[in-house]
């Protein structure tokens, strides 16, 4: 059975550092991985999309790689900022039907 | 553009009351979803609709039942409120389905209480 696990559960930086976000899973028979982010009380806002014949993707300060050998993807951040707080999940899927979402990692960037 | 409605943001049941969540896409979109967050069991799939006219079990759908009503509409529905159902739930929307093209689309969830 597919996990998604995610560590550090939560990270405090200060503005202006570049940061990496994990995200493990177990089963490296999977179709591809998406980072999202998501802001207190709010649905789930997708960032990047990795399919899995791919090995990163790029967008503005953010940076997804993935190593499906390993069974792991990091989300970089580039020059952290305030606004970068919130809760950031992976979710790997499917070879099946169905997304794993890991339980995420809590970011808060102080000024 | 509105993107993934969900109806209502908040709700409050009593143990066995029934109550609908409504949930609307305006992207023509083909495929719709509906999850639960918990804490600490990040978003679990209730059920799924690949296309209009299909609906599948997802990971946790026992006492839910589902409606696609259409292309647009997907509702999920609580025949029996159990405490256990107390969750925040989201909608979701994609345009082939997530083992296609793979980005999903949220709502902002509905936030049910069952006492």
């Known amino acids: 059975k597919q996990e998604v696990t995610q560590i550090p559960a939560a990270l405090s930086v200060p503005e202006g550092e570049n940061l990496v976000l994990n995200c493990s899973f177990t089963?490296?028979?999977?179709?591809?991985l998406q980072w999202f982010r998501q802001d207190p009380g709010k649905g789930l806002t997708s960032l990047l999309l990795?399919?899995?014949?791919?090995r990163e993707q790029t967008s503005g300060r953010l940076n997804a790689s993935l190593d499906k050998s390993s069974g792991r993807s990091t989300l970089y951040i580039a020059a952290s900022q305030p606004g970068d707080s919130a809760t950031y999940l992976c979710a790997v899927g499917p070879v099946t039907d169905k997304l794993i979402f890991g339980t995420g990692t809590r970011l808060q960037v102080f000024p | 553009n509105a993107g993934v409605t969900q109806t209502p943001k908040f709700q409050v049941l009593k143990t066995g009351q029934s109550m609908t969540l409504q949930c609307a896409q305006d992207m023509n979109h083909n495929s719709m979803y509906w999850y639960r967050q918990d804490p600490g069991m990040g978003l679990r799939l209730i059920y799924y609709s690949a296309s209009e006219g299909t609906t599948d079990k997802g990971e946790v759908p026992n006492g839910y039942n589902v409606s696609r009503l259409n292309k647009r509409e997907f509702s999920l529905r609580l025949e029996s409120a159990a405490p256990s159902q107390t969750s925040v739930y989201f909608c979701?929307?994609?345009?082939?389905?997530?083992?296609?093209?793979?980005?999903?689309?949220f709502g902002e969830g509905s936030r049910l209480t069952v006492l």
């Open positions: 990795i399919q899995s014949s791919q």
């Open positions: 089963d490296s028979a999977i179709y591809n």
């Open positions: 979701a929307s994609s345009k082939q389905g997530i083992w296609v093209d793979g980005e999903l689309f």
